[in-house]
C-alpha cells in the first residue's frame, strides 16, 4: 500500500503561483504514473497533469501553459507548479500514483484562488 502525502495547498490571487509537492511513503522507481486530480465544488474530479516514469507529461488543456508537473524519483516525490492561477482553478487537489492494477490517492490539499 502506498500512501501519498500532499502539500503546499493554500489561497492565493488571481495571477499568483503555489507549488504543490506529494511525497509517497516508498520508492517511486516502481510506480509507472503519477499525477494530480483536482474536485471542485459540485464538479467531478478530473485529470490535472499525469507524468509517466519516463518523463513524458500530459496535461489537461485547461492548465496548459501555466502548469508544470515534474518527479524526483531520489525524493520519492511529484510536485505541481501552478502560475497565473485563475479562480476556476479553486479545488481540493489530489496526489494519485498507479501501480498497475492499483491506484493510490492522497487526501487532498485545497487551493483557493481570489481576491
Known amino acids: 500500500q502506498v500512501q501519498l502525502v500532499e502539500s503546499g495547498g493554500g489561497l492565493v490571487q488571481p495571477g499568483g503561483s503555489l507549488r504543490l509537492s506529494c511525497t509517497a511513503s516508498?520508492?517511486?522507481?516502481?510506480?509507472?504514473?503519477m499525477g494530480w486530480h483536482r474536485q471542485a465544488p459540485g464538479k467531478e474530479r478530473e485529470l490535472v497533469a499525469q507524468?509517466?516514469?519516463?518523463?513524458?507529461?500530459i496535461y489537461a488543456d485547461s492548465v496548459k501553459g501555466r502548469f508544470t508537473i515534474s518527479r524526483d524519483n531520489a525524493k520519492n516525490s511529484v510536485y505541481l507548479q501552478m502560475n497565473n492561477l485563475k479562480p476556476e482553478d479553486t479545488a481540493v487537489y489530489y496526489c494519485?500514483?498507479?501501480?498497475?492494477?492499483?491506484?493510490?490517492w492522497g487526501q487532498g490539499t485545497q487551493v483557493t484562488v481570489s481576491s
Open positions: 494519485w500514483a498507479t501501480r498497475i492494477p492499483y491506484n493510490y
Open positions: 516508498e520508492s517511486i522507481v516502481s510506480i509507472n504514473t
Open positions: 507524468i509517466i516514469r519516463a518523463g513524458s507529461t
